[in-house]
């Protein structure tokens, strides 16, 4: 078995994503989550590019990590000044981190253009800064930027700047594809010629720029390199870095090398989806492994076989990475498919039943309108009661007003609904105001019923996400609200649709509190 | 220069992907864009399994495609049949395509445990259903269901099952990797034992379950395959299939492939975006080649870098495949980003301006508050204007209020909105009804300014998209509404912030009708 160190670096090159901005707590609820889950090196920041990452540093020493080590970033030192006197290097010290980590330019287009130096002084540069940063730190790691261009530009050169970093007594030679330009099959040739002249352990940076950041840490691997740098869920500048939930998953189940135990990795895609919440994304469905469709079966022949043998069509038992299997409900959809979420609901329904067909048909027009039953089972579920004839209706809304009212320059709109419903025989009549007309009409709803059941002050909203589906289907657009409930036992999700945002978001609610009496009554 | 065909399935494979279902007029358009791409053949559907991939057929003869070749998609024949007694196969010579592509089983457990059949009946399978479709069809391709996991498994049977296509006469044999799991590295040693056996032209079928699709695909290309299987976007099943919007330009920019044209090329963004807005689907920023993300900069750094040299930062140019280089403004912005913004808008600023650091400052704060200018310049451009003292303000709201009333049990709500206006000394207050409440606001808005503006008319709502920033920060969740409207001639970007939805979009409104004005007027 090979020994392989994972870097992470979510919270340096992960945090150039366009759209991610993290906390500073964020970021130490991060490297908690990073270190639970085995990586051996979390990259804090760049001390001298932000205050923010200065704070990080002083924090994360409070914390007490199992293992992983905490390295910091940084650059070479300027042309003309010497290390002592470098800004950026003493604030590198400063931050006091267990290792550094720094970059410097291996393509000689860079060395010219970026930095205006001649050749000769980027190596004085790269020997000295790590030279003495290896005097005044355990572990010092070099980046070799734009390694893979500056080989193929000029491969002496390139090698040169890695001779000097081992000269200088680093730790780790780290091969950067910097702008993500590198196709794998160009990789084992260019690793051979670097290994013919480095004994320093070498590890291997890239970019998703070619969709190959995953094949080529993976490649590296292979051809030898010891240590993989990449962010959580492939977060990085432009098309992201190297996914480490792929890697990680990849190199303990199919390249036979230790890191993470299995335990560990059953945590993957918790820790996945809890970087996710803290940089306000929603996760890709389609992520390989953790992604919540990355098990998910639609077409019916697949279903069926899954239900046999697992390894028909899933390449890794999805336990292994804390993911599941799913059966899909969809015009695609066989009767396997409606049967297996009956089960799942614990609805007794026979593949020849009629109904079963029914509600196929149902749910095609659902879809057709712009419902989606993914994210929303719970709606799905009061579907099948209802055409089971096995649903009790606990209440009937028979109207609501909803006004936003804003009186004057500078003021929020103020936010009221009133509603009516019925219960039994007997009508409630009341209002509520809220944040805005969706809550509004959500506290008036509650307010009213829990007149008649108390057990719904249990329950609270958890999430509610809106999707406007474009136009230019030839009809108006239409909205999608999406709402996740809980008690404190159970969640669940309800779905409602309408070209008005109030309707859509009436129909979620109300599917929510049926469901809830439903579970705890009928 | 290697010949390289290219094969699409977004219409068969990519339809299997949880959230994508075209209607046929759908699937005809984007067979005419990829044949427009340069694709050369579009796998249009399964006629065996539903009829909507039956009427795709129909349809598409009615269309003229300048180079593409239409396939469809099936099955080997079912044991104790034949194929002129096979349905399935039946009902592929009925859809009359100009190429068609089967399907059948390489390793030797689905044999026995999704077939339930011997290892040499299943020979037989294959050897019929291709040798009778050869003799019916023009063009005849055997994809190898399975076939890295059948050869790790039982590489003799593997690759008795190509030896049996090959003699059936087929014209290409594709390996597929079905279930995602293979790794780069294993491909060359695999399709070199192939290619000792098989003198039949190789094809490459790839799924995205390990993050490698496009790295097996190119890496097949490497070791000799001539024939690589994709869909646009990646769609498909679980993780996707291979993604042709990187093989493509990959293999014409970096492996010396002929295939698309330049000009093709220079269309790929388009495309890829027009198959998203018909799948109904959000583009992936971070898409490599295509996304909004592929070649934006925000580290201060390479801004710099980039103005003077794009190589530095870019590994392909953008235009090559229709996107461009984009600067971003964030609180990781340097002042070099806020200037290539200003000079985009024509704005005079100096770097040594006091402004220039104010406006990054008011940047960091709107985005604490939930604010994001990607996708809304128009409001980074007034509020830049703004703080440069150079915006007119053309009108005023002193007040409005939004009314949804829903009657009785059944109705939808209908939405209603008032609101007062003042431009100069003049106040105008007038009603109008909408769809949902946004629509009765921006509505009442029009008709009040068109009052003063006529050229306001000549103005519209393009699309509207809400994000609710989750909760869990400490604060009550926010709501994020983005607008962009255009008026022929441009199209522009505003955003809006609130807790209450209605407020948010009340701001991303009035910004676009702002924006517009200026435009037109200042």
Redesign the interface.
């Known amino acids: 078995m090979k020994s392989v160190m994972l870097y992470d670096t979510t919270l340096r090159d992960g ?5 991610i ?1 993290f ?1 500073v707590s964020d970021k130490i609820r991060i490297a908690q989550k990073l270190d639970e889950l085995g990586v051996h090196y979390i990259e804090g920041g760049w001390p001298g590019s ?1 205050p923010k990452d200065i704070a990080f540093f002083q924090e994360i020493k409070n914390v007490r990590l199992s293992q992983a080590k905490i390295a910091a970033f940084g650059s070479t030192r300027r042309a003309k000044t010497t290390p002592e006197q470098d800004n950026n290097i003493q604030t590198l010290l400063q931050a006091a981190p267990d290792v550094v980590t720094i970059f410097g330019k291996t393509w000689d ?2 060395v010219h ?2 930095l205006r130096i001649s050749l000769e002084e980027n190596l004085e540069l790269i020997y000295d800064s790590l030279a003495y940063l290896k005097q005044n730190v355990g572990e010092v790691i070099y980046d070799a930027e734009h390694f893979f261009d500056g080989y193929k530009a000029n491969p002496e050169y390139a090698l040169k700047t890695l001779l000097t970093a081992q000269q200088a007594g680093v730790d780790c030679i780290v091969l950067c594809d ?4 590198t ?3 160009e990789l084992p040739e260019i690793i051979k010629a670097v290994q013919a002249q480095i004994q320093t352990p070498l590890g291997i940076h890239a970019h ?5 950041a ?3 840490s ?2 590296a691997v ?2 030898g390199a010891v240590h993989v740098q990449g962010t959580l869920n ?1 977060f990085g ?4 870095n190297a ?1 480490l939930c ?1 890697v990680i998953p ?1 190199l303990k189940l ?2 036979n090398c230790d890191g993470v135990s299995d335990e560990q990795l059953r945590s993957l895609r918790l820790v996945s989806r809890h970087v996710y ?1 803290l940089a ?1 994304l929603v996760p ?6 953790v ?9 019916g022949v ?1 279903v069926s ?1 899954i239900q ?2 697992p ?6 038992r999805p336990e292994q990475v804390g993911n599941a299997t799913r059966v ?1 409900v ?3 959809s066989g009767r396997a498919n409606i049967l297996a979420k009956a089960e799942q609901f614990n609805i007794n329904l026979d593949s020849k039943d009629p109904l079963t067909l029914e509600i196929l048909e149902q749910i095609k027009e659902l ?1 057709n309108q712009g419902y ?1 039953f ?1 994210g929303a089972e719970a709606s799905f579920e009061l579907l099948m009661r209802k055409a089971l004839g096995n649903l009790r209706n606990f209440f ?14 500078g ?3 103020l ?1 009221e609904a009133t509603v009516k419903i019925k219960v039994g025989g007997r009508i409630e009549h009341t209002a509520a105001e809220g ?4 809550n509004a009409l959500d506290n008036a709803l509650r307010k009213a019923l829990e007149h008649f059941y108390p057990q719904l002050r249990e329950m609270r909203l958890y ?8 136009a ?2 030839g009809t ?2 239409v ?1 999608r609200v999406l709402i996740e409930s809980g008690d404190g036992l159970n969640r669940w999700g309800t779905v409602g649709v ?6 859509a978001s ?1 129909h979620a609610l109300t599917d929510a509190f049926q469901y809830k009496l439903n579970k705890d009554m009928a």
């Open positions: 945090t150039q994503a366009e759209d901005s906390l932000n287009f860079h253009e970026a910097t702008n993500g330009g196709l794998p099959h998703n720029d070619s969709e190959c995953v094949a080529n993976l490649m292979a051809c492939g500048e432009r098309c992201g996914n792929s990849a199919k390249m919440e306000n890709n469905k389609h992520q390989p492994y992604g919540n469709s990355a098990f998910a079966h639609k077409g697949h076989a046999r043998h390894e028909t069509y899933e390449h890794i899909l969809s015009d695609l879809e989606q993914e009937s809304v028979i109207g609501f007003r909803v006004i936003d009212t804003k009186q004057k320059e003021d929020k709109p936010s944040e805005g007309p969706v999430d509610y996400k809106v999707r406007v589906l474009p230019g289907k108006a657009s909205t309408s070209d008005n945002i109030i309707d009436y």
